[in-house]
């Protein structure tokens, strides 16, 4: 599926649209589920994006809401494109939630860790590593699984339109080595060439910046191109992620992101300190 056209950016952006139109209506969710002869609970979780809906769901909530047919008519293909499977799909026993499909069309992807190279400029050996690590029960299999899908994702970054990336580590993330100095001199290897990239920009918070707004834990923020569809925070753990819309939350990780941003060194320091790093397993 070519990029900017996700379908769970689809999905967002109709579920967004038809909790509007409702609000603009006047109609609770309870009425519209006695009106439509459904369950409250379904349109709520239309609404929530937690479940797809169908065309003709759609063409009926919006004939209830009084919505011209010009207009009724986009949404309704909206909902065909919603229902589309993105090339993620073919990964779903490692792809959860609606992450993936929000990074397919962000235009401007702005992340922290503390811990880790984030997986979008991780080498395949590194993520190998990192996952055997935080995954040890898991099989041969289901790690080669993990690292096609994370490399998969990678593309993203070589697309001929790719979103302004712009990633702010902490400096243990050049000290932790991870599969072995061999795989981690790689490791640091590509993220050097990866800072020379157009739409990458590397930076690292040093040690000596002392206590810093990124120690509570790693945060991705996804800004994308149209109005319509707001930026969004995603906090991460070990198994699961959560997304956070209001505009308040969006706008508090900003704030923590361009703090981030000055207490971090300049992306040439950054660069020279990474291959520094580098050069020191050379050593071993």
Not at 31 to 57: F, M, Q, Y
């Amino acid at each position: 599926m070519a990029r900017g056209h996700s379908p769970t950016v689809r999905r967002r952006r109709l579920a967004a649209e038809l909790r509007r139109f409702r609000e603009a209506a006047e109609l609770t969710i309870d009425e519209v589920g006695e009106k439509l002869e459904c369950s409250a609970s379904k349109i709520s979780r239309i609404e929530t994006g937690h479940v797809g809906v169908t065309p003709r769901d759609v063409r009926d909530m919006l004939e209830l809401y009084g919505i011209e047919e010009d207009r009724r008519e986009a949404l309704v293909q909206l909902a065909r494109e919603a229902r589309q499977k993105g090339w993620w799909h073919s990964y779903n026993e490692v792809f959860t939630g609606s992450f993936v499909g929000l990074e397919a069309e962000a235009s401007s992807l702005h992340t922290h860790q503390a811990l880790l190279v984030p997986g979008l400029l991780q080498t395949e050996g590194y993520t190998k590593a990192v996952i055997r690590a935080i995954r040890p029960d898991a099989d041969e299999a289901e790690v080669d699984l993990r690292v096609q899908g994370r490399l998969a994702r990678q593309r993203l970054l070589t697309d001929p339109h790719p979103p302004e990336y712009w990633a702010v580590i902490d400096e243990a993330v050049l000290h932790r080595v991870t599969g072995g100095p061999e795989v981690m001199h790689a490791q640091l290897t590509r993220l050097v060439a990866a800072a020379t990239m157009p739409n990458v920009t590397l930076q690292v918070v040093p040690f000596g910046a002392g206590a810093h707004p990124g120690m509570e834990g790693p945060f991705l923020i996804l800004g994308f191109p149209e109005q319509a569809d707001p930026d969004v925070v995603y906090v991460e753990n070990t198994t699961s992620g959560v997304y956070l819309e209001q505009p308040t939350d969006v706008r508090r990780y900003t704030l923590m992101f361009d703090h981030l941003r000055a207490a971090a060194l300049r992306p040439d320091d950054t660069v020279d300190l990474v291959q520094r790093a580098a050069d020191r397993l050379t050593r071993y």
